[in-house]
Structures are given as C-alpha cells and as structure tokens.
C-alpha cells in the first residue's frame, strides 16, 4: 500500500519542472476521470432524452409514479425523493467539511466528517433500495382493453366526462384491489404479474382459496399516469364506477395484467423505454454511489490508522472527495429529468 | 509507483492548507452554500407538485425553471464543493469547456432526432 510508494520530485515528474495546473498528478487524473464519467452519465440523460421525445405513447409522469412513502397510506407526491436529494446533498457538505479539517492537518475532524459522510452513503443507498422495490412491485396494477368501447369517467373535481376507450388503452386498479387481484391470481397461476417472485411461499397458500376470475374491481382510473400527451389535455385520475367497470373488466385483455415493473412489461405505461431508463440510469448511478461508500470506508480506515498524519497531509481525502461530490452532481440531474420534467 | 502527493517538502498538497481562523470562514460559505441549495431543492419539488403538466405555456416555462435550477445546483457544488473555483484559470477551461461544448452538441442532436422519430412515427400511423 502507501508504504510502498516513493516519493518523486515535482523536477522529475513534470518536464516543465512544475505541474501546469498547480495541483498533484493525482487531483488531475481523478478529473480528468470525472469528465469522462460525467461523458457517460451525459450520454445516458441524453439518450433518455432521445427516446422520450421520439415515443408516440403517454411518458409517466415522476410525481404520479413516485408518491409513496414508506409504511404510510396515501399520495405524498414526489416526498421520498426530494428527502433521497437531501440525504445526498447533506452527505455532501459532511465530505467538503473533512475536506476542509484535513487542510487543517485536523484528524479527529477528518475521520468525523467522513464517517458522517459514510453514513449518508448508506441511508441513500437503502432509500434507493426501498424506491426500486417500490417501482418494481407497484401500486394497483393494470391492464389492456380487447375491444372499443365507451364509458363514463369522472375526475378529482366531479365532472363526467364520455370516453371512448380504444382497443389496448391502458386501464389501472385502485391499489387495494389490484394487491388482492394480484395474490389471487399467483393462487391460481405463480407466472402471473410482473412482481410476483417478491411474495413469499407462504402468501402465495394463503390466498390460494380465492378465485380470481369472480373478482370484479369497484373502480377502475383511467389515464392515471398518461398527462405527457402532446394535446396537452390534463386528464389526471379519470375514474370509473358502477357499471361501466364491469363492461371494461369483461372486455380485459388476460394476458395483458401487469403489477409493478421488470425488464418487459410494466403498469406505468404501454412502452417499456421509460421503466428501462429507471432502471439502467438510477441502477447505474446507484453503483457509483456503492462504489463511492467503499472508497470512502477505505480511505476513513487510513485516516484513522495515520496514514495521512504520517504522510503530512490530507490530499487523498480531496480527490475521494470530488468523486463523492460528483456523484452528488450526478443525482442533481437525474432527480430534474426522471422526476421533475 | 511513484507518486507527487507523497512529496511532503514541495508539494501542492501542502499549499492547500490553512489556519483555524481561515476554517472558520470557509466553514460559513460551506454552510450558506447547503443552505441555498436545500432550498433550491425545496422550490423544484413545489414547483413540480403544484403545477399541472398540461403543455400550456406556463407549463413550458417551469420546465425550462427546472432545468435552470439544476444548473445553479450543479455550479455551486462544482465551483465551491469541489472547489474548481479556487483552482486555476486553466484547469477550469480544459475541465469544462470540452465538456459544455459536446454536451450541448449532444443534446441539439439528440433531441433534434427524437422530435424527427415522433412526427414519422404519427405522420405513418
């Protein structure tokens, strides 16, 4: 390790006898890597970008798709994001902070300030946890439609409003039904729904009993996450009661039923593209934060042996500390144009 | 392997220290800087929740207001959490000017491709 590493003048290493940025080959290496990341991470955004404005089909909407909380009942729109960006940007300024006490040859404020920093590492890493589990089960579930029809919708303010429904419009569940729809259906068939490995064995005897095909939903919403039309009508939450929902439940494409998300079919909407981005941009900058805890948790550990007190400074912990920041960097962007736009 | 930052006599590592009365005041910028952008994240999420996305006009521009944002966001944390402002002029442009260029290349292309596929895909339905 550091041990094994000697020492080499600034006349050596640089032909012009002094580093033309004044900073070490090490700082200039870990930007120039950051540069060709955040390449990368630019490419990826962009490439959602293409896909999103060349698609024909509704793009789900973040603050629809995402307002769960953990352990609550309800719409909270957009919350358990906004607390992930917190979290980050928090574990952040505990980087900058050891940053700034490693300038001052300080060691004890080094080793507190990062370890905080560790620590957010963490809880961003199981929030994300929970958010993916979240996208992958879902909320109530949907299905397609077989064959045209027309009904009466009702919005959040009371209106009605004639729909005509055409052969594949995507229809959702209310959330309590589509779970009970779900584990009725794993009764019958395990390869039903796109979330069902998650369920344990033990749920699935449970619901065994129930018999899905005498199951007929109260109300069925339609257009829920579907605003991104370029018509720009806002038709947030349509719903459907009475009998209309019988009418669209007899008319169900079967095999069309999804709950949640995986890498071929999902509630959210009829293409695939936008689970898939979910999946690939945030999975890839959720990596990029594991491996940032690791390098953190390493560096900490020399810290707190002296191995930069022994060496005279605190440089190793700048240069772990722009790749933290950048990670944060990254977020900021995928939170504005996954979640926000 | 050999390695400049281990160089205790003349490096640069050791040009970056500083005193205790110098900490303090770094320390408050840093303070400030979370401060602005905890509540520039508060504003975005505000925003989001409470305007409806119908492709009105209004909707345009708060979209635009996001991305503005974003990009405040991310100079503070590049120039003041990653401390790119008190580097050097050169340094500074070799980092972000080939980046801003391609980016921005990047994206007109992009874009400019994305809206191409949408309308063929409805001019052929």
Do not use: C
Not at chain 1, 104 to 118: A, M, Q, S
Not at chain 2, 32 to 39: A, D, E, G, Q, Y
Request: hydrophobic residues 45%.
């Amino acid at each position: 390790m550091a041990g094994h590493a000697k020492p080499i003048s600034k006349e050596e290493l640089w032909g012009g006898g002094q580093s033309p940025f004044s900073i070490t080959y090490g700082k200039m290496m870990m930007w120039y890597f950051l540069v060709s990341d955040a390449l990368t991470f630019g490419g990826l955004l962009t490439a959602y970008g293409v896909i999103r404005h060349g698609s024909t089909e509704p793009w789900p909407v973040g603050e629809q798709v995402f307002e769960a909380l953990p352990g609550l009942h309800g719409s909270y729109p957009l919350m358990y994001v906004a607390l992930m960006t917190f979290i980050l940007i928090i574990s952040s300024v505990t980087m900058v902070l050891a940053v700034e006490a490693g300038h001052r040859n300080d060691k004890k404020g080094v080793v507190k300030w990062l370890g905080y920093t560790i620590i957010g590492g963490f809880f961003f890493l199981g929030s994300q946890a929970w958010e993916w589990s979240h996208f992958i089960h879902g909320s109530g579930g949907g299905f397609q439609i077989e064959k045209p029809l027309t009904v009466t919708a009702k919005n959040d303010a009371g209106e009605t409003f004639e729909m005509n429904l055409n052969a594949g419009s995507w229809v959702h569940m209310d959330t309590d039904f589509g779970h009970a729809y779900e584990h009725a259906l794993e009764g019958h068939d395990a390869h039903a729904g796109a979330g069902h490995d998650d369920h344990g064995h033990a749920e699935h005897a449970d619901h065994a009993h129930v018999d899905a095909s005498t199951m007929v939903p109260e109300k069925l919403i339609l257009n829920k996450y579907t605003l991104e039309h370029r018509d720009g009508k806002d038709l947030r939450k349509l719903t459907v009661e009475g009998e209309d929902v019988k009418k669209i439940w007899a008319s169900k494409a079967d095999n069309t039923v999804v709950f949640g998300a995986n890498l071929s079919k999902n509630e959210y909407a009829v293409q695939q593209q936008y689970a898939n981005f979910f999946f690939f941009v945030t999975g890839f900058h959720g990596f990029h934060v594991f491996s940032g805890v690791v390098l953190n948790i390493v560096v900490w550990l020399m810290a707190l042996r002296g191995v930069f007190e022994r060496r005279g400074h605190y440089e190793m912990i700048e240069k772990i500390g722009l790749y933290w920041h950048f990670v944060d960097l990254v977020w900021v962007f995928v939170f504005t144009f996954f979640y926000l736009v | 392997m050999e390695r400049d930052d281990l160089h205790v006599n003349d490096s640069y590592a050791l040009n970056a220290t500083h005193s205790e009365e110098e900490g303090k005041k770094i320390r408050k910028k840093l303070y400030n800087v979370t401060i602005l952008l905890t509540l520039l994240t508060v504003v975005e999420v505000f925003m989001g929740v409470f305007f409806k996305r119908n492709g009105t006009f209004t909707w345009e521009v708060i979209k635009l207001g996001f991305i503005v944002l974003t990009l405040v966001k991310a100079a503070y944390i590049v120039l003041v959490f990653m401390h790119l402002g008190d580097e050097r002029r050169n340094l500074k442009y070799v980092i972000l000017l080939p980046y801003a260029l391609f980016i921005m290349y990047l994206i007109f292309i992009g874009l400019t491709e994305g809206l191409a596929t949408h309308d063929a895909y409805n001019t052929l339905r």
